[in-house]
């Protein structure tokens, strides 16, 4: 075989390999943190600390029933888990994990796919996750799930604006899309978080939006729309959707840490071949640790916003300041302080 | 292979555009328009220009479908029954021949000869954004200001007016959310 391609599949399976146990570790994680913050034991019966809870979790998903609805739209209620994991399993393709890598004379960039659309790639992929959600609120033909389908459709357009700026102007001062040029340039400089601070905020906020976590999560609001656009999806389809969640919440997270935390580098570490590539992938995966337990402590610290405060805050204050960060970038690209 | 990978998806766009005109479902037919716009997208890749391939998929199929799909959930359109006139069919007649019209008269001007392939610097980040911000400036300026047009039209014709026996503005507060985020949608476009 081509040994491009086999260095290509070789990189998305280490990749895959990270992204596909995000969700069981999460959700142990998840459950254990929350029971800790109630102050409750959670599930703890199955293993060790209920460490084989996701294991179990799994074994129900396979044998429940998979029910679907009468009056569903079948083709559409069978499409939109498959199109929630569609863009969580191809968005991190462009997410660098470690230095170039140099086997049998070869050059090996560590991302699985180098493209010079980098970020924007990313970007257009993780525009296509809000399909889903809109497609299981319609086909399940439920009231819930409708509302749920459509507020998913309105807050992810609106926060994707403020996201999507944040990231720009990162790109400003290192004139490239590629995140390998990003992960260099805070090597040579400081990592971005420090004179993008304003920009650092909004993507953080807005990366809570998009992924519909609480207190952004109300495509799902329990009390008010049982679980909204999935509400009426059960067994291996709702762990799809389950699955598609927490793995968009890791990809955005590898995305956050690579533009404002310097990715798989740390400050004054400068291994280079299998080393450095190990370093880098550990290194990378434990900054995105640290995010997934930020996204956990959010969730169980915060009140669900209204909806108009949801709206409001879009629109009026974090896509302003996401115009007032670019600009302020801008400028100071151009006076040469970055 | 790229000849195979070209040949999928153009034919894939075409079936789908045909989805999109012929089905009865509105869902069906914008979801159809995604399919679309993303085998397009592959295209433009095939071109070897990535870029617009990224920004199809991010503003077409990634905003301005999302918009048309919410419009269609919030005002439950089901299937429409409703026969197609025959005066429709006369438009749709004319309105295809233009446009083979407008292919042929490309074919035409530019003779039978392959044109000569995109340069690199063409279709590179680089050369796209110097071209819009110096030969084309006028133009991408105008197309800034029509925008901007069409944002305060649509406020202003989604705006209500106060009704007398209402709260005045502030029973417009949810509505007024509406309003602008509606727009900013526009100006994404």
């Known amino acids: 075989m081509n040994p491009e391609i086999l260095a290509t599949l070789a990189k998305y399976a280490v990749m895959f390999g990270v992204f596909i146990n995000v969700a069981p570790i999460m959700n142990w994680v998840e459950r254990r943190a929350c029971a800790y913050i109630q102050d409750r034991p959670g599930p703890n019966r199955v293993g060790p600390l209920g460490l084989f809870q996701p294991l179990a979790d799994a074994a129900k998903f396979m044998f429940k029933e998979d029910v679907t609805p009468a009056a569903a739209d079948k083709l559409l209620y069978l499409m939109a888990p498959v199109l929630a994991l569609l863009p969580a399993f191809t968005t991190f393709v462009i997410i660098p994990f470690g230095p170039d890598l140099t086997v049998a004379g070869r050059t090996i960039p560590l991302v699985v796919a180098p493209v010079d659309t980098g970020v924007l790639l990313f970007l257009a992929l993780s525009s296509l996750a809000v399909y889903s959600l809109v497609l299981a609120g319609y086909a399940s033909n439920n009231k819930f799930s409708l509302i749920g389908g459509i507020r998913a459709s309105a807050q992810l357009i609106s926060y994707e604006l403020a996201l999507t700026l944040s990231v720009l102007a990162v790109l400003l001062p290192v004139n490239s899309f590629r995140l390998a040029d990003i992960v260099a340039y805070q090597q040579a400089h400081v990592w971005n978080f420090i004179p993008q601070v304003l920009g650092f905020v909004v993507f953080l906020i807005a990366s809570f939006a998009e992924t519909n976590r609480l207190p952004f999560d109300l495509p799902e609001a329990e009390s008010e729309l049982i679980a909204g656009f999935h509400t009426e999806y059960s067994a291996m389809r709702f762990a799809a959707f389950f699955q598609a969640e927490y793995t968009n919440m890791a990809a955005l997270a590898a995305l956050g840490v690579t533009l404002f935390f310097g990715g798989w580098s740390l400050p004054g570490v400068h291994l280079t071949g299998w080393l450095g590539a190990v370093v880098g992938l550990v290194t990378l995966v434990a900054k995105i640790a640290v995010c997934m337990a930020v996204f956990v402590w959010v969730r169980w610290t915060f009140p669900r916003f209204r909806y108009d405060q949801l709206m409001r805050l879009g629109w009026k204050v974090l896509l302003p300041l996401s115009i007032l960060n670019l600009i302020l970038v801008a400028a100071m690209t151009l006076a040469g302080w970055l | ?189």
Do not use: C
């Open chain 2, 1 to 189: 292979m790229e000849k195979l990978i070209f040949l999928i998806f153009a034919a894939v766009a075409v079936g789908s555009s045909l989805v999109v005109v012929i089905h009865k479902s509105p869902v069906y037919a914008t979801m159809s328009l995604v399919l679309t716009l993303f085998s397009v997208a592959v295209l433009f890749v095939l071109l070897g220009a990535p870029f617009l391939g990224a920004l199809q998929i991010l503003i077409y199929a990634g905003a301005i479908v999302v918009l048309f799909l919410f419009v269609i959930m919030l005002l439950n359109l089901q299937k429409s029954d409703a026969e197609r006139s025959r005066g429709g069919l006369g438009v749709a007649a004319v309105g295809a021949l233009i446009f083979l019209g407008m292919i042929g008269l490309v074919f035409w001007r530019t003779g039978r000869e392959a044109p000569p392939p995109l340069t690199e610097d063409f279709v590179s980040l680089k050369g796209l954004s110097a071209a819009l911000f110096s030969d084309y400036l006028l133009p991408f300026e105008i197309v800034g200001l029509l925008l901007l047009v069409a944002v305060i039209g649509a406020t202003v014709a989604a705006r209500k007016a106060p009704q007398p026996g209402e709260g005045g503005a502030s029973s417009l507060l949810p509505r007024e959310d509406f309003v602008v985020e509606e727009t900013h949608k526009e100006a994404r476009s």
